[in-house]
């Protein structure tokens, strides 16, 4: 997954926007917004935190400065534990020309040392959007890992993996109560023959985060629906 790649396939599907999160990084962000503003589309930057339940949460932030401040939380929550790139593989930085411009030292895919909650907060204390990521799944969910959303944690939305029959998951009984909330569904790709392979359709009147925000809260007349 390079930062090209993302981009110009993107504009090949004919997508208005789409959202960068790597797993507890922000690094790649960097490189990936000039391509996308030459070419003209839009991209929402922030990272997937994997809390200390082991939840996989989307964080998305406004700007460059409030990722910096995102990436500093990371780092500084992120345990110190070095990446086995035999085990785990390369966790790399690339320029458009597909160049290696750093390599992160710690294993990305651990949990941080903070739980949801305050992952939440942090990422609300700087005006972002935050929802637990893959809801659906067996494992690294909010509802694997807790059993349940926690009704007083503040989301934006839940979100679908990519294969997920999310209709009839909301109709079993236990999942009743995720009624209340919007929903989407994202490709979550890891590999280029899974990116931009489902999409979602936003009502808003432009591709900025304050519509992005509306859109997924249902707020002013705008909102997402999963096609």
């Given amino acids: ?3 090209a790649f993302m981009v110009l396939k993107a504009v090949a599907e004919h997508f208005d926007f789409f959202a960068v999160t790597d797993h507890n990084t922000t690094l790649q962000c960097e490189q990936i917004l000039p391509i996308a503003r030459r070419e003209g589309i839009k991209v929402f930057c922030g990272a997937e935190l994997n809390t200390s339940e082991e939840v996989h949460c989307v964080a998305l932030v406004e700007d460059e400065e409030r990722l910096a401040e995102l990436q500093k939380f990371l780092d500084g929550h992120l345990p110190h534990i070095e990446n086995d790139v ?6 790399l930085v690339v320029n458009e020309a597909e160049e290696i411009l750093y390599q992160a030292p710690y294993l990305l895919i651990n949990a941080l040392d903070v739980g949801i909650d305050e992952c939440e907060k942090f990422v609300h204390s700087l005006g972002g959007i935050f929802y637990p990521a893959h809801v659906d799944r ?3 969910s909010v509802i694997s890992q807790l059993g349940f959303i926690p009704p007083d944690l503040s989301i ?11 209709q009839a998951f909301l109709e079993r ?6 009624k209340r909330y919007n929903c989407i569904r994202s ?3 890891h590999y280029p023959e899974d990116f931009a392979t489902v999409s979602c359709r936003f ?4 591709p900025t985060f304050a519509e992005l925000k509306m859109a997924l809260r249902g707020e002013n007349g705008r909102k997402v629906e999963i096609v």
């Fill in 1 to 3: 997954m390079t930062p």
């Fill in 86 to 91: 035999d085990k785990f593989g390369y966790q």
């Fill in 138 to 140: 067996t494992g690294y």
């Fill in 156 to 166: 934006e939305c839940i979100e679908f993996s990519k294969n997920c029959k999310w």
């Fill in 173 to 178: 009984p236990e999942n009743a109560y995720l």
């Fill in 187 to 189: 490709s979550d790709a």
């Fill in 203 to 206: 009502t808003m009147e432009e």
